[in-house]
């Protein structure tokens, strides 16, 4: 399976930006859709965005929608979250994870097959 990690995170003021790279080694990143899931303390994970092998296909949550965008570059086994007008409920740890199926509008951790470790975003106000 592909490994991932992620890098980017940091400490940002609310209106910020900031943008999350997602580096992909052992397999190929191109046969795989990938997603951003992001996880604040007390709160479950959730699913900001998902990109299909082709780049054809996009979700957004719409917590996100209009200030996320994510971006793959198959040729550098790279996924990327640009985030801009950052918010201080954007704080969490950020996860990039893989699966080979499209999930349209619902995204759940269960049906990703490989995970990064995380990189946190924290969002001042």
């Known amino acids: 399976q592909v490994q991932l990690v992620e890098s980017g995170g940091g400490l940002v003021q609310a209106g910020g930006s900031l943008r999350l790279s997602c580096a992909a080694s052992?397999?190929?990143?191109?046969?795989?859709?990938v997603a951003w899931f992001r996880q604040a303390p007390g709160k479950e994970r959730e699913c900001v965005a998902a990109?299909?092998?082709?780049?054809?296909?996009?979700y957004y949550a719409d917590s996100v929608k209009g200030r996320f965008t994510i971006s793959r570059d198959n040729a550098k086994n790279m996924v990327y979250l640009q985030m801009n007008s950052l918010e201080p409920q954007d704080t969490a740890v950020y996860y990039c994870?893989?699966?080979?199926?499209?999930?349209?509008?619902?995204?759940?951790?269960?049906?990703?097959?490989?995970w990064g470790k995380g990189t946190p975003v924290t969002v001042s106000s």
């Open positions: 994870a893989a699966t080979l199926s499209w999930y349209g509008s619902n995204w759940y951790g269960s049906g990703m097959l490989s």
């Open positions: 052992g397999l190929t990143v191109s046969i795989y859709v």
């Open positions: 990109i299909r092998q082709n780049s054809l296909n996009t």
